[in-house]
Every structure is written in structure tokens, then in C-alpha cells.
């Protein structure tokens, strides 16, 4: 952290902390300046951290909307962070560290008490959920790469400081939501889980009434069946698929499509085992896809083409087009007569 900067606002607040409440808006932009140079530098985060007392007692907040926490409301955080002016942001971004100081009993405040401090920022981590896991959204693509970073470390500090175990819920209900929508990308999901997966690893769901929730999801994407149950790797599992009798297939075939229909998610072991029954035990396909008698029918129409969009459209990385190619199937589209020459050129160009 630039020592020029600290001393600057270190100034800046004495200044502003000196001045009459007369006069205090004369001497607050000033502070917030100062402030917003330094959140935006490596390390600033945890700068105006150590200082937030300072500034609150100086007089930071003052005048504006943040004056009185006790009537701030999570939901409207999101809004501010996602604006691309400066001074909001500032303001917003102490305002968040002000409440971490009084949930950590650094700071006393006589309208909000250290639990619900730790309630007000739960709730802001569950609503800026991307913030927490790194992903990003439209706003934060078009905001400030610097102010990006340092709302970044600001969300890092407030879950390690507040604990994962209060979010926990809010996760878990957020990759439902999003999982309820059976979107095309889940990278954001994927983030998500393994978190989760971390999370749980560690003990911090022990006390979560959703903890359940968050086992589904974990073992859908990392040990969906009894041949992968300890997440073995890629490799492993492959191996151990050619050890397995009839019924043991049949059993990992129906395992995968439960838990691809049951999440909307695929499994990397799931590309696997559809590439090994491809050349080992096609009549198991329908069953790793999880398909009715409709999408068994499509499938014994159009097995070659199935097949083939097996062999180049799935693969470990692509294994999320197993519930699409699932869905094709189970919705009859291929019987749509403009659909299997269309597939068959995209294939063969």
C-alpha cells in the first residue's frame, strides 16, 4: 500500500474530524476522495478497514443516505455497487466496512447491535452473490476494473470475517433459483458448488437446516453415482468402468440420468460413461440419458445420428450438452424433418 496515499487520508479525515459540523461538507468530499484513491489500490480495502472508526467519528457519513445504519436495507446495496460513480461507490463501500467493524465488536453503534450487523451483511452477500464467487454480470463487466478488484476484496473480507456458514442458505437457494431455469450456461453454478463443496469439506454447513441441499448439488457435479462416490478423477473412473459387470453399468447409467434430471447439472464422470457405452454397451445409452418411451422411440429412430453427435459433441469439457442431448430426445425434435439433416451437416463440415 502507497504510504502517500495513508498519509493523505489519513489528513483527510483529521481535517474533516477538526471541522464544525457547520462547515463539515466542505471537508467531506475531500475525505471521500482520499478514501476512494486508496479502496482502489492494492490492499485499500483492508487500509480504510483500520481506519473506518476514524472516519465515522469524523463526521464521513454525515448529511448523506448512510448517516443512520439502522435505516439502510441490503437489497438496495446492489443497486449502488453496480453505479459507476465514484463517490457512491465510496460511500457504499465504507458503509459495508462500518457494519463488518460493529458486527466484529470493534465499533459500537445504539441502533444496530453486532447480530444484526451480521445479519445486514449475510443478507448483502446473498443478494451479491457474483461478487462473492468472482463471477460477472453485465454491470461489473462495464464498471472499473480497480473498482472491480476492490469490491472483489471488500466481499472476500466480509464472508471470511462474518462467516460462510451464515450465507450458506442464501447459496444454496440461489443456485436452486437459477437451476429452476435450466440455463445453457452454468459456469456461475459450477463456481457456486465447489464452493459449497469446500464449504462442506470444512465443516461450515454443520449447522445449515439446508445442508441437505448443498450435498445434491455437490454430489450431482463431483460423485453422482457408486462408481465415482469419492470424486476419484477422470482417469480412475475410466478405468474402473471396465471392470464393472452388466448390472453395475446399468446402475451407473441410471445413477448419472437421475442426477442429471433431478439438478439440470452434468457431471464430468457422465461424459465418460456415455463415451464408454457408446463403444461398449450402446443399448444403455437411453438409460445414461435418462430417456421415457418417447425419447427411447427418437433414440431407436435416429441412433446413428445419435451416436455421431456423441462422438463429437460430448466430451469431458462439453458435458453439459448430455441434458440437451437428453432433452432433444425426450421432446421428439428429431422427428421435426428439417432437423436431421441439419445436425448431420454440422457434423460432417
Given at each position: 500500500m502507497d504510504p502517500v496515499l495513508l498519509k493523505r487520508l489519513d489528513s483527510a479525515i483529521e481535517r474533516l474530524a477538526k471541522t464544525s459540523d457547520k462547515f463539515k461538507l466542505t471537508q467531506q468530499g475531500?475525505?471521500?476522495d482520499q478514501a476512494a484513491r486508496v479502496l482502489r489500490a492494492p490492499g485499500g480495502v483492508g487500509a480504510c478497514a483500520t481506519r473506518i472508526g476514524a472516519m465515522v467519528d469524523a463526521g464521513i457519513f454525515r448529511g448523506t443516505d448512510w448517516d443512520e445504519p439502522a435505516r439502510l436495507k441490503p437489497v438496495l446495496v446492489r443497486q449502488t455497487?453496480?453505479?459507476n460513480d465514484p463517490r457512491s461507490l465510496t460511500v457504499e463501500t465504507l458503509s459495508e466496512l462500518r457494519f463488518l467493524a460493529i458486527a466484529r465488536g470493534d465499533r459500537v453503534n445504539p441502533g444496530v447491535s453486532g447480530e444484526q450487523a451480521h445479519r445486514f451483511l449475510?443478507?448483502?452477500l446473498g443478494l451479491n452473490?457474483?461478487?462473492?464467487f468472482g463471477a460477472s454480470s453485465e454491470a461489473a463487466r462495464a464498471q472499473d476494473p480497480e473498482w472491480g478488484a476492490a469490491l472483489g476484496e471488500l466481499f472476500k473480507r466480509i464472508g471470511e470475517e462474518v462467516g460462510y456458514t451464515r450465507v450458506f442458505d442464501a447459496v444454496i437457494d440461489e443456485i436452486w433459483r437459477i437451476l429452476t431455469q435450466r440455463p445453457i450456461q452454468i459456469d456461475r453454478v459450477r463456481t457456486m458448488i465447489g464452493q459449497l463443496s469446500v464449504w462442506t469439506q470444512d465443516g461450515a454447513s454443520d449447522s445449515s437446516p439446508s445442508g441437505w441441499g448443498a450435498d445434491r448439488l455437490t454430489s450431482a457435479l463431483f460423485n453422482p453415482t457408486a462408481a465415482c462416490r469419492e470424486d476419484p478423477g477422470i482417469e480412475v473412473y475410466g478405468e474402473r468402468l471396465t471392470a464393472l459387470d452388466n448390472?453395475?453399468?446399468s446402475q451407473e447409467a441410471a445413477g448419472m440420468a437421475r442426477a442429471m434430471h433431478d439438478t439440470g447439472l452434468v457431471s464430468a464422470y457422465h461424459a465418460v460413461l456415455l463415451r464408454y457405452l457408446r463403444e461398449t454397451r450402446r443399448d444403455l445409452i437411453p438409460d445414461c440419458l435418462g430417456l421415457t418411451a418417447t425419447g427411447r422411440d427418437s433414440y431407436s429412430t435416429y441412433a446413428e445420428l445419435v451416436d455421431a453427435l456423441i462422438d463429437r459433441a460430448i466430451t469431458v469439457e462439453t458435458a453439459q450438452a448430455i441434458y440437451g442431448l437428453s432433452l432433444l430426445l425426450e421432446r421428439g425434435i428429431l422427428h421435426l424433418s428439417a432437423m436431421p439433416p441439419a445436425l448431420w451437416r454440422l457434423i460432417l463440415c
Open positions: 475531500p475525505a471521500l455497487l453496480e453505479s449475510a443478507q448483502v452473490l457474483e461478487r462473492l448390472m453395475a453399468l
